[in-house]
């Protein structure tokens, strides 16, 4: 065995091994930067609201990353697995399990809503509601949009526009498509794909550094949102928000700790090996910028590259628990708020149709509200204007979707791996559990749990070695990659 292989692997498991400060940790600084953001927006609120800049100004920085990391992980993924009927069966099975988890989800909202009828009693008038702009703008959105309309707007008007406009599922068609190309062209397109895996290792550094203005961004927008919708909403609608938080903790804990266990894997364990993306969806009330960190550490749990690299990205669009439940649950609330009674067979209807309205709002802005009103107008017996009646406490819930959502793409991403006979469960166990583990082939040695410490920024995504190792021990570059071992270049060892 190479010497400096050996060094390498025993430096980064003392690396692993070695216990992070709790002040050096991204968690820590971001919890941190939420209560601030919220002690601040509750106590000035004209300061908060003059805050928002700040988070929008992180979110999109780390909007930018996700179209080009998402586009070279799946090239990357499909162009080096030898056999692409894998890749194409591997979709299938996600897309299956998306939506038997959108029903499950759907189905716990609507029992919850059915138990406990908070609506009953509010008897509104739909006729004399009042819409805002912004929630007639959206109504309006809602209403023209078709359940088959998601099908057609998978295919981009250029092969610029989706990175552009950062739409998730035309960014995956084409990555889709281009590494199918990639892999047909065998040993001719070993250079690009070459090209592609290192480019993927210059992201992922990137994204490193935005990630020290992680709790700043969470500060910001945590802050504006308290400032500008104050707690007011939270004690008028306190119920129906924590009738959602509690249905969704259910669903996590009863239904995807179940498939955990399936798995013999602890979803407890899971949930804490990724806090720190728990905490900047928190802080940001969006699931986006923890999509790469996502990635990144499923894949160093033992999970295929280009499993990871398929089902995550297509998740995001697709495997929608979070925004499932607050769908079923919000339609019911609407109808019983407005006195229209449902019957079991109307309700099972309202879910046919969510099962395909969700979906043609994907990755669109003021995606749930356009997914709840077109499930009202196709449906037809529910008041669309009755949105407005939840309109104000939809921030509140915003968190808890994201949270739920990324939590399900977690374990749709290791049971699709378990399913394709590919997910190393001992090492994935491992890895939860916060013990130290080699790097896998694919991958950089990386110390994730150091994502804010500046003196150890280059064991953060990736590196290629300590310098005076690559000084002393460095390998010829190697020839063009075979097709049969396409392992990306930025992670060979040196």
Same mark, same amino acid.
């Given at each position: 065995?190479?010497?400096?292989?050996? @060094?390498?692997?025993?430096?980064t498991?003392?690396?692993?091994?070695?216990?992070?400060?709790?002040?050096?940790q991204?968690y820590?600084w971001?919890?941190t930067?939420?209560?601030?953001?919220?002690?601040?927006?509750?106590l000035a609120p004209?300061?908060?609201i003059?805050?928002?800049?700040?988070g929008?100004?992180?979110?999109?920085?780390?909007?930018?990353?996700?179209?080009?990391?998402v586009f070279?992980?799946?090239v990357?993924g499909i162009?080096?697995v030898?056999?692409?009927k894998?890749? /194409?069966?591997?979709?299938?099975?996600?897309?299956?399990y998306f939506q038997?988890?959108?029903?499950?989800a759907m189905i716990f909202?609507?029992?919850?809503?059915?138990?406990?009828?908070?609506?009953?009693?509010v008897?509104a008038?739909?006729?004399?509601?009042?819409t +805002?702009?912004?929630?007639?703008k959206?109504i309006?959105?809602g209403a023209n949009?078709?359940w088959? &309309?998601?099908?057609?707007?998978?295919i981009?008007?250029?092969?610029v526009?989706?990175f552009?406009?950062g739409?998730?599922?035309?960014?995956i068609?084409?990555?889709?498509i281009?590494?199918?190309?990639?892999?047909a062209?065998g040993?001719?397109?070993?250079?690009?794909?070459?090209?592609? &895996?290192?480019?993927?290792g210059?992201?992922f550094?990137?994204? +490193?550094?935005?990630m020290k203005?992680?709790?700043i961004?969470?500060?910001g927008a945590?802050a504006?949102?308290?400032g500008?919708?104050g707690?007011? +909403?939270?004690?008028?609608?306190? /119920?129906?928000?924590?009738?959602f938080?509690i249905t969704?903790?259910?669903?996590?804990v009863?239904v995807?700790?179940?498939?955990?266990?399936?798995?013999?894997l602890?979803?407890?364990?899971?949930i804490?090996?990724?806090?720190?993306?728990?905490?900047? *969806?928190?802080?940001?009330?969006? @699931?986006?910028p923890?999509?790469?960190g996502?990635?990144?550490k499923?894949e160093h749990?033992?999970?295929?590259?280009? #499993?990871?690299?398929?089902v995550?990205p297509?998740?995001?669009?697709?495997n929608?628990?979070?925004a499932?439940i607050?769908?079923?649950?919000a339609a019911?609330? *609407? @109808?019983?708020a407005?006195?229209?009674?449902l019957?079991?067979g109307?309700?099972?209807?309202?879910?046919?149709?969510?099962?395909? #309205?969700?979906?043609g709002?994907a990755?669109?802005?003021?995606?749930g509200?356009?997914?709840?009103?077109a499930?009202?107008?196709?449906l037809?017996? *529910?008041p669309?204007?009755g949105i407005m009646?939840i309109?104000?406490?939809?921030?509140f819930?915003?968190?808890?979707?994201?949270?739920?959502?990324f939590?399900?793409n977690a374990?749709a991403?290791?049971?699709? @791996?378990?399913?394709?006979r590919t997910l190393?469960?001992d090492?994935?166990?491992?890895?939860?559990?916060?013990?130290?583990?080699?790097?896998m082939?694919?991958?950089?040695?990386i110390?994730l749990?150091e994502?804010?410490?500046?003196?150890?920024?280059?064991?953060e995504? /990736?590196?290629h070695?300590p310098?005076?190792?690559?000084a002393?021990?460095?390998?010829?570059?190697?020839?063009?990659?075979?097709?049969?071992?396409?392992?990306p270049?930025?992670?060979?060892?040196v």
């Amino acid at each position: 065995m190479d010497h400096s292989t050996s @060094a390498g692997s025993a430096a980064t498991a003392q690396n692993a091994a070695r216990k992070t400060p709790l002040y050096r940790q991204l968690y820590f600084w971001v919890l941190t930067a939420i209560v601030i953001g919220i002690l601040v927006g509750w106590l000035a609120p004209s300061v908060g609201i003059a805050m928002e800049p700040i988070g929008t100004t992180f979110v999109d920085a780390m909007k930018m990353l996700i179209g080009p990391i998402v586009f070279l992980t799946i090239v990357g993924g499909i162009a080096s697995v030898a056999d692409l009927k894998k890749v /194409g069966m591997t979709g299938l099975k996600a897309l299956t399990y998306f939506q038997v988890g959108t029903i499950l989800a759907m189905i716990f909202g609507l029992v919850a809503i059915n138990i406990f009828r908070l609506g009953d009693g509010v008897n509104a008038d739909a006729g004399s509601i009042e819409t +805002s702009e912004s929630a007639a703008k959206l109504i309006d959105a809602g209403a023209n949009q078709e359940w088959w &309309q998601f099908l057609t707007h998978i295919i981009p008007e250029s092969m610029v526009s989706p990175f552009v406009e950062g739409n998730i599922l035309q960014i995956i068609f084409i990555a889709v498509i281009f590494g199918i190309a990639l892999n047909a062209m065998g040993k001719v397109g070993a250079p690009v794909l070459d090209g592609v &895996q290192r480019l993927t290792g210059v992201m992922f550094k990137i994204l +490193s550094f935005i990630m020290k203005a992680a709790p700043i961004g969470a500060f910001g927008a945590m802050a504006y949102a308290v400032g500008k919708f104050g707690v007011s +909403s939270l004690t008028s609608m306190g /119920g129906l928000i924590a009738l959602f938080y509690i249905t969704s903790i259910l669903f996590v804990v009863i239904v995807l700790g179940s498939i955990m266990l399936f798995l013999k894997l602890n979803i407890f364990t899971m949930i804490r090996h990724l806090k720190e993306e728990y905490m900047l *969806i928190l802080g940001t009330s969006t @699931a986006e910028p923890a999509l790469p960190g996502l990635m990144r550490k499923l894949e160093h749990a033992g999970v295929k590259k280009e #499993t990871v690299g398929l089902v995550v990205p297509t998740g995001y669009s697709f495997n929608l628990d979070g925004a499932a439940i607050y769908l079923s649950l919000a339609a019911l609330y *609407i @109808a019983q708020a407005t006195n229209t009674d449902l019957t079991i067979g109307e309700q099972l209807g309202l879910l046919a149709v969510m099962l395909l #309205t969700s979906k043609g709002a994907a990755g669109v802005a003021g995606g749930g509200f356009i997914a709840l009103t077109a499930t009202l107008t196709t449906l037809g017996t *529910i008041p669309a204007a009755g949105i407005m009646l939840i309109f104000g406490i939809d921030k509140f819930m915003s968190e808890c979707r994201a949270l739920v959502n990324f939590t399900g793409n977690a374990v749709a991403t290791l049971f699709i @791996a378990w399913w394709d006979r590919t997910l190393d469960a001992d090492r994935a166990r491992r890895v939860f559990a916060g013990e130290a583990v080699e790097p896998m082939p694919s991958e950089d040695p990386i110390h994730l749990d150091e994502v804010i410490d500046i003196d150890d920024d280059l064991t953060e995504y /990736g590196h290629h070695g300590p310098k005076e190792t690559t000084a002393k021990h460095a390998e010829p570059v190697p020839d063009l990659v075979s097709t049969t071992d396409r392992r990306p270049a930025y992670s060979e060892t040196v």
